[in-house]
Every structure is written in structure tokens, then in C-alpha cells.
């Protein structure tokens, strides 16, 4: 095999990589949706570094008992309900693919949060006993500025997952 022969066969090779990767890239292109806030609660399951990271929380259940948590800077509202035992669903894991993390957002709070993407709004539209006030837990990160947020659960949320489907923490 002469160099030129050589030269031309892994010329060849690394264009059906390239193509390769390019095809790979066309396919991870297509619309799939994921939360950008999603860790899968390992976070979530750490206690604060100090006293200024903790962020108050206070979730309202089904019967209207009020619970009061310490979260932390940096947390996501599903995974921190998890934590503490909130009945809050999260079936689909923070993917944005449902709404049984479906929360109430105290009115105080609603302007402290950022503007929902259009997906979760979407979502929202599909979302059982629809509030003004209403948000996705999985797209909620805590900050200082919520100290002190109040999310109250709604009656009932829809599962479009799996029937009877609950994660159970990583």
C-alpha cells in the first residue's frame, strides 16, 4: 500500500466519523425537553455550608397544614419537598413532562420569581385546579431573595407519566 493509498483511507475514515458525528448531532437536536435545574436531588440532600444559605420555606399540604423546611440557596422546590416527605409527585423527574409538582406560589413571591419559559407554561395549561399563582416546583430555585416563600399544593395533579408512577430518590 503506497502513502498516498494510506493517506486516502483514513482520509475516508474521518469522514464517515465526521458524518458520524454529525448525524449524532441532527438526532440530539430533536425537541426533547428537559428541566435546566435538574440534579436529581443530590443537592437538595445536602444541609447548608452556613447560616446565610438557608432559605425558608413553608408548603401548604392538601388539608392545609402548614410545614415549615430549611432549604438552601441553590435548591429545587421538587427535590426539597422530597426531602422532607412533602407529598409532592414530581413523576417525571424535573424532565418537564407533567405537573404533579404543580404548586401555588404565595402572592408576595410571584414577581421575586423568574418569567416561566414556555414550556412550563405550557405544561401549566394542562395542569388540574389552574391559579394565577401557579407554577412547576421542578422550576423553582431558591435564592435569599425567597426567604420565606409560601407554596401551597394543590387538591389534586394530573399524571401524565405512568399511572400510580412515584421516583423514589437517587
Given at each position: 500500500?503506497?502513502?498516498?493509498?494510506?493517506?486516502?483511507?483514513?482520509?475516508?475514515?474521518?469522514?464517515?466519523?465526521?458524518?458520524?458525528?454529525?448525524?449524532?448531532?441532527i438526532?440530539?437536536?430533536?425537541?426533547?425537553?428537559?428541566?435546566?435545574?435538574?440534579?436529581?436531588?443530590?443537592?437538595e440532600?445536602?444541609?447548608?455550608?452556613?447560616?446565610?444559605?438557608?432559605?425558608?420555606?413553608?408548603?401548604?399540604?392538601?388539608?392545609?397544614?402548614?410545614?415549615?423546611?430549611?432549604?438552601?440557596?441553590?435548591?429545587?422546590?421538587?427535590y426539597?419537598?422530597?426531602?422532607?416527605?412533602?407529598?409532592?409527585?414530581?413523576?417525571?423527574?424535573?424532565?418537564?413532562?407533567?405537573?404533579?409538582?404543580?404548586?401555588?406560589?404565595?402572592?408576595?413571591?410571584?414577581?421575586?420569581?423568574?418569567?416561566?419559559?414556555?414550556?412550563?407554561?405550557?405544561?401549566?395549561?394542562?395542569?388540574?385546579?389552574?391559579?394565577?399563582?401557579?407554577?412547576?416546583?421542578?422550576?423553582?430555585?431558591?435564592?435569599?431573595?425567597?426567604?420565606?416563600?409560601?407554596?401551597?399544593?394543590p387538591?389534586?395533579?394530573?399524571?401524565?407519566?405512568?399511572?400510580?408512577?412515584?421516583?423514589?430518590?437517587?
Amino acid at each position: 500500500m503506497t502513502f498516498l493509498t494510506k493517506l486516502s483511507t483514513w482520509k475516508g475514515l474521518i469522514q464517515r466519523s465526521l458524518l458520524s458525528i454529525n448525524q449524532t448531532i441532527i438526532i440530539s437536536n430533536f425537541d426533547i425537553h428537559t428541566s435546566k435545574y435538574s440534579f436529581l436531588g443530590e443537592y437538595e440532600m445536602e444541609d447548608p455550608k452556613s447560616e446565610a444559605d438557608i432559605v425558608n420555606v413553608t408548603f401548604i399540604n392538601k388539608m392545609g397544614k402548614r410545614i415549615p423546611v430549611k432549604g438552601k440557596v441553590g435548591d429545587n422546590i421538587l427535590y426539597l419537598a422530597h426531602r422532607y416527605g412533602i407529598e409532592m409527585e414530581g413523576a417525571c423527574e424535573a424532565s418537564l413532562a407533567c405537573t404533579t409538582c404543580h404548586v401555588y406560589v404565595h402572592h408576595d413571591y410571584r414577581d421575586k420569581l423568574p418569567v416561566p419559559e414556555e414550556k412550563e407554561e405550557d405544561l401549566l395549561d394542562l395542569a388540574p385546579f389552574l391559579k394565577e399563582n401557579s407554577r412547576l416546583g421542578c422550576q423553582i430555585i431558591l435564592t435569599k431573595e425567597l426567604d420565606g416563600i409560601e407554596l401551597e399544593l394543590p387538591q389534586a395533579t394530573r399524571n401524565f407519566y405512568v399511572d400510580g408512577h412515584t421516583p423514589t430518590p437517587h
